[in-house]
């Protein structure tokens, strides 16, 4: 995971195994990087969605990755979650497009507890070690 400011601040990118030419290629908003973080590889991956926070409202689960959350869950904006399992990639627009945040295994009761400066989510990604 590369941030864009020190101490794993700013914009995060989640790059897959592989080469990256210049910052355009993993969807960069600016070709700053000043912090990177590996991330633990798990074999198994589990979070639920809420569309509320503190975990009310309707309550979906995903084991695998989603190209379009509206699509599958008629969702647009997730409020809070739990990563059960895994390490999570959300990405704000559908296709893994959009700013992107990274979830570790725990609770976050409210989009700010991720990062996001709202609600809106797009798709989510499995953190997985592919060649």
């Given at each position: 995971?590369?941030?864009?400011?020190?101490?794993?601040?700013?914009?995060?990118?989640?790059?897959?195994?592989?080469?990256?030419?210049?910052?355009q290629?993993?969807?960069?908003?600016?070709?700053?990087?000043c912090?990177?973080?590996?991330?633990?590889?798990?074999?198994?991956?589990?979070?639920?969605?809420?569309?509320?926070?503190?975990?009310?409202?309707?309550?979906?689960?995903?084991?695998?990755?989603?190209?379009?959350?509206?699509?599958?869950?008629?969702?647009?904006?997730?409020?809070?979650?739990?990563?059960?399992?895994?390490?999570?990639?959300?990405?704000?627009?559908?296709?893994?497009?959009?700013?992107?945040?990274?979830?570790?295994?725990?609770?976050?009761?409210?989009?700010?507890?991720?990062?996001?400066?709202?609600?809106?989510?797009?798709?989510?990604?499995?953190?997985?070690?592919?060649y």
């Amino acid at each position: 995971m590369l941030y864009e400011r020190p101490n794993y601040q700013g914009h995060q990118y989640f790059l897959r195994r592989g080469d990256y030419p210049d910052y355009q290629q993993w969807m960069g908003l600016s070709d700053s990087v000043c912090s990177c973080r590996s991330l633990p590889y798990t074999s198994s991956h589990r979070i639920r969605l809420y569309e509320r926070d503190d975990y009310r409202g309707l309550v979906s689960e995903l084991t695998e990755d989603c190209s379009c959350i509206h699509d599958r869950f008629r969702l647009s904006e997730i409020y809070s979650l739990n990563v059960l399992e895994g390490c999570w990639v959300l990405y704000e627009m559908p296709n893994y497009r959009g700013r992107q945040y990274l979830l570790r295994p725990g609770d976050y009761r409210r989009y700010h507890d991720w990062g996001a400066l709202d609600a809106k989510v797009g798709s989510l990604r499995r953190v997985v070690d592919s060649y």
